[in-house]
């Protein structure tokens, strides 16, 4: 029986020689080698960015406005009869 292992993959950057030192420095507080102390900065970061994009915040009064609009939709009006068709007819050809 063979054990699969996934490869890992690597990212490679250059860093000014004082920068390198100040993550070291700081790596080594923390009692993690370069590479760990890396990693788990990129992550946490790269984490907080995506969750910018991944949830969505409203203020109170944009959150009822938005439930109002989805609970009570207008009744459908011309051009969106006409859309919708447009619609129809480019996706759904019969």
Same mark, same amino acid.
């Not at 020689?17 to 070291?24: H, L, R, S, V």
């Not at 923390?30 to 760990?36: K, W």
């Not at 109170?60 to 109002?68: E, I, K, M, P, V």
């Given at each position: 029986?063979?054990?699969?292992?996934?490869?890992?993959?690597?990212i490679?950057?250059?860093?000014?020689?004082?920068?390198?030192?100040?993550? =070291?420095?700081? @790596?080594?507080?923390?009692?993690?080698?370069? $590479?760990?102390?890396?990693?788990?900065? $990129?992550l =946490? &970061?790269?984490? &907080?960015?995506?969750?910018?994009?991944?949830?969505?915040?409203?203020s109170?009064?944009?959150?009822?406005?938005?439930?109002? &609009?989805? /609970?009570?939709?207008? *009744?459908? *009006?011309? *051009?969106?009869? /006409? &859309? %919708?068709?447009? %619609?129809? =007819? @480019?996706?759904?050809?019969?």
């Amino acid at each position: 029986m063979s054990t699969l292992r996934k490869k890992k993959d690597n990212i490679h950057i250059r860093v000014e020689p004082e920068q390198k030192e100040d993550i =070291k420095k700081a @790596a080594e507080l923390l009692g993690l080698d370069l $590479s760990s102390f890396v990693l788990q900065n $990129s992550l =946490k &970061a790269a984490r &907080a960015e995506l969750a910018k994009y991944e949830q969505l915040s409203l203020s109170r009064a944009d959150a009822d406005l938005f439930y109002d &609009a989805i /609970s009570n939709p207008p *009744n459908s *009006n011309k *051009n969106l009869k /006409s &859309a %919708y068709k447009k %619609y129809q =007819k @480019a996706f759904n050809p019969e």
